[in-house]
């Protein structure tokens, strides 16, 4: 049984044909980057306009790669939140569209459900499915949940950050440091070169829910370390760079990073990650977790990964592969699979929620 995923929660449209929750036939992902990058950060109302531009060739694409029209689909899935509300509504309305002309199932599926499923996908393609009770970590630019996912993925949220998502502290800390957009990828190339334990950065400890995040007070003292060694200067060079050159490669940002820059984003991401596991630990442990899944744009991070496997924990860590940690389409399909088996349909009235939960 094949299914189309549409997903277009924030700055990606994507579109994809999965079959039996577990076979990806196509993922195609157009990325806003260069829309939203002059910006550092995603502009809600550009974003809309973009998804309305590829929705069409995207879908259209993901089908052809296929070789699937639309008479091999079971269903269309589509994300319906959280997210921005215009560029939800993009995809949701085109699926909705596509369902009620050619008279096919509409499937909803949460986004943090989905990047859950990137890793559950791949683990079916793999033919070891992941065991439960599972504690999931997703940790992107727009969330930094742990969920507890039980057999029939059921969910419950055991924690999450209280403000910024873990992926916004790594883009505002690039964003202010003078880097590109999104700043996950330019600092991960970047900490490997500094030393991590340079820069002491020390947590809030979390009253109430001890698994709950903070991560904005880790962006305040990133500020409060450049304004106390003013790098005024450095900053600039690198923001003259960026305006040359919208996607510097990493030997250009290293060749104007100071040692001492290096050291700070080494030390930042080193905090960053020391907190997440800290927490998942604790997590999994507190529900006896058969496994680990660490999902999510952040899930990309290498030195997140090597800490991770460092860890050496008593059950299986699963990290997707790095094109379906980001947003996808495969994953929403594949989260729609169950969904389909137990007939849990959509109808036309379904609307986009930005602020949908998931437990
Ligand atoms: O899942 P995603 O594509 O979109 C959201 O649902 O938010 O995640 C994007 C986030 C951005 O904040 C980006 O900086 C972060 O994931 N990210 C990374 C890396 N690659 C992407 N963060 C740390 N290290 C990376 N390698
Ligand atoms: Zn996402």
Avoid at 20 to 44: E, I
Avoid at 263 to 279: G, K, P, W
Avoid at 320 to 333: F, G, Q, R, V
């Amino acid at each position: 049984m094949r299914i189309l995923g549409i997903e277009s929660s924030c700055d990606e449209t994507a579109a994809a044909v999965v079959e039996n929750g577990r076979r990806v036939l196509s993922s195609v992902v157009a990325s806003q980057l260069m829309t939203h990058g002059k910006y550092g950060g995603v502009v809600p109302e550009l974003a809309s306009r973009e998804h309305l531009r590829a929705i069409v060739p995207v879908v259209t694409t993901a089908l052809e790669r296929a070789g699937c029209g639309y008479d091999g689909l079971a269903a269309v899935a589509a994300t319906s939140g959280p997210g921005l509300v215009g560029s939800l509504l993009v995809g949701l309305t085109y699926a909705k569209a596509l369902c009620f002309a050619r008279g096919l199932p509409l499937i909803a599926v949460n986004h943090i459900e989905g990047h859950i499923h990137s890793v559950v996908l791949e683990a079916g393609e793999r033919g070891q499915p992941v065991e439960y009770p599972a504690l999931a970590l997703v940790v992107s630019g727009g969330h930094t949940h742990l969920f507890e996912v039980g057999e029939g993925f059921r969910y419950r949220l055991l924690g999450k950050t209280r403000d910024d998502a873990a992926g916004e502290a790594f883009d505002k800390v690039a964003k202010l440091l003078g880097y590109s957009y999104p700043g996950g990828p330019v600092i991960d190339g970047l900490a490997p070169y500094g030393n991590p334990q340079a820069v002491r950065f020390t947590l809030a400890r979390m009253k109430g829910n001890a698994l709950d995040f903070s991560f904005s007070g880790l962006k305040t003292a990133v500020l409060r370390w450049t304004k106390q060694r003013d790098l005024t200067a450095e900053v600039q060079v690198r923001r003259d760079l960026l305006r040359q050159n919208p996607s510097p490669s990493l030997a250009e940002w290293l060749a104007v990073t100071p040692q001492m820059t290096l050291d700070l984003l080494a030390s930042f991401q080193y905090t960053v990650i020391e907190e997440l596991l800290r927490h998942a630990v604790a997590s999994a442990e507190r529900i006896q977790a058969r496994s680990l899944i660490v999902s999510g744009g952040v899930a990309c991070n290498s030195g997140l990964r090597a800490a991770a496997h460092a860890l050496r924990l008593p059950y299986p860590v699963y990290f997707p592969s790095p094109e379906l940690s980001t947003d996808n389409a495969a994953m929403i399909a594949a989260a729609a699979f169950p969904k389909l088996i137990r007939g849990e349909f959509a109808d036309s009235t379904l609307r986009a929620s930005a602020n949908l939960t998931l437990a």
